[in-house]
């Protein structure tokens, strides 16, 4: 069974355990989109584990609040390990996707302030509180009050987060 076969198989109503068996039979290296496709979730969820084609990641990043909970989950696993990508395309980056990983305790603390950094020019005060609470910099939600007067920390990531504030304006 070639390819192409295999993902009309894929799309017909068969128990997902064939499916899943008939992918198991491939030959390793080959990969499955899961984009445009009506894969049941467990089906979906087992090619985002083994059969992953890795052109999907920029459009799963993309359009990651479409997919179910389970498959989300497994999208953040990706994302996870696709920092650099995540930090060199963050205005494409679904923003359920971003709240998420700025909320997961797998992401370093760099990279979360990287991202709000990168995202404080278009996000509202609300999430810009959110993102600041996930890298533990609740004190710089003050700076949204006008009367208040705040005293930061000398270190190098208040010093980033001051001057990205700075020119948020």
């Known amino acids: ?69 389970s498959v989300q989950e497994e999208i953040i696993n990706i994302a996870q390990n696709q920092t650099s990508y995540i930090l060199n395309h963050i205005s494409e980056i679904d923003t359920e996707l971003k709240t998420k990983l700025m909320l997961s305790n797998s992401v370093t603390m760099s990279i979360k302030i990287s991202i709000l950094i990168k995202e404080l020019e278009s996000i509202d005060e ?24 705040t005293r930061f920390e000398n270190t190098n990531d208040n010093a980033k987060l001051l001057k990205a504030f700075e020119g948020r304006g």
């Open 1 to 69: 069974m070639d390819q192409e076969e295999l993902v009309n198989v894929l799309s017909e109503d068969i128990d997902d355990s064939k499916k899943i068996s008939l992918i198991e039979k491939l030959p390793s290296g080959i990969t499955i989109s899961i984009l445009g496709k009506n894969y049941f979730e467990e089906v979906q969820l087992y090619i985002l584990r083994k059969r992953y084609m890795s052109s999907d990641m920029s459009s799963l990043f993309k359009t990651f609040s479409r997919f179910g909970t």
């Open 126 to 149: 609300e999430t810009t509180k959110k993102y600041l609470h996930a890298v533990d910099k609740d004190n710089f939600a003050k700076i949204f009050d006008r009367n208040s007067r």
